[in-house]
């Protein structure tokens, strides 16, 4: 069974919860999603199964869409509502022309520093854990990508915001560097993935519709449709599902399909990343 399912995560449970109700819905055991989502967050969350799980990494990369809301006056250990809360202060009044001109103050690449509580890894450790623990870590920033941030709504006490980023942006990061840019403390109060890739929430089926088996997949052509798809004969297509990349003459990560539209390896220069077949 390989199935691609868009499933719009509620809060209140983690993604590995989500694995779990696949595998005990669908009676599978290779399951896996595609990034994260903290139980705090919801949205679209991506899970794989079968033979799909090999393009996760791959869908995972994809441009990400969120929306989220800062609340002001407080700054919180681990940037959202989970807390606990360290500090608060009065809250700043600011104008939309000021947010405006901050916000676009974070277009385009920017360092950031993955917060402590993060299920990044250093070391083979989640940092959660070394937080946890109560364990110092260095933590290095890294580089990100952020191509588009709208003002959606701002009142004095909370600011919600549209954000579509690459891949690796922590938004709990980012809210709170927005917030201290106004003159502000400020947490992440709320948190939704919208979109990775061209794959949206809207499409997604609830953690409902797969408990109850009455839900959609999709296959991975249409999972991998932002990347460039290369369509071989029968000839070419052979050869590639031996290993032999002789006849790929393309530049970049690019998806080898057939004349069926079914993936066969995805692809970056002449090299396979990925067998599919």
């Not at 709990?172 to 403390?185: E, F, P, V, Y």
């Not at 004969?233 to 690019?254: C, I, P, W």
């Amino acid at each position: 069974m390989d199935k691609i399912l868009l499933i719009d995560k509620p809060v209140g449970i983690g993604s590995t919860d989500v694995v779990r109700i696949v595998k005990r819905s669908l009676g599978i055991k290779k399951v896996g999603h595609c990034g994260t989502l903290d139980p705090l967050a919801e949205g679209l969350l991506i899970v794989v199964t079968g033979k799909a799980c090999k393009i996760a990494r791959f869908i995972e990369d994809g441009i990400k869409e969120y929306i989220a809301t800062i609340t002001f006056g407080k700054s919180s250990l681990t940037l959202d509502a989970e807390g606990p809360f360290s500090d608060e202060q009065e809250v700043k009044k600011v104008s939309t022309e000021a947010i405006d001109k901050v916000l676009d103050s974070f277009v385009g690449n920017i360092s950031q520093t993955p917060p402590i509580y993060s299920a990044l890894k250093v070391d083979g450790k989640r940092l959660y854990e070394y937080a946890r623990e109560n364990k110092e870590v260095e933590i290095k920033s890294r580089e990100v990508e952020i191509y588009e941030l709208e003002l959606i709504n701002y009142d004095i006490n909370t600011l919600t915001f549209r954000c579509v980023c690459s891949k690796g942006t922590y938004i709990r990061t980012l809210a709170q560097d927005i917030a201290s840019k106004l003159g502000n403390l400020g947490y992440v109060s709320y948190l939704k993935r919208t979109a990775i890739a061209e794959l949206r929430v809207k499409d997604a089926n609830s953690i409902e519709d797969i408990k109850n088996g009455n839900f959609q997949s999709i296959n991975m052509y249409e999972a991998l449709k932002n990347y460039k798809m290369i369509e071989v004969n029968d000839d070419v297509a052979e050869q590639v599902k031996q290993g032999k990349t002789e006849s790929l003459k393309y530049k970049g990560q690019y998806v080898i399909v057939d004349k069926y539209k079914s993936v066969i390896a995805m692809c970056e220069n002449n090299k396979i990343l990925r067998g599919l077949f």
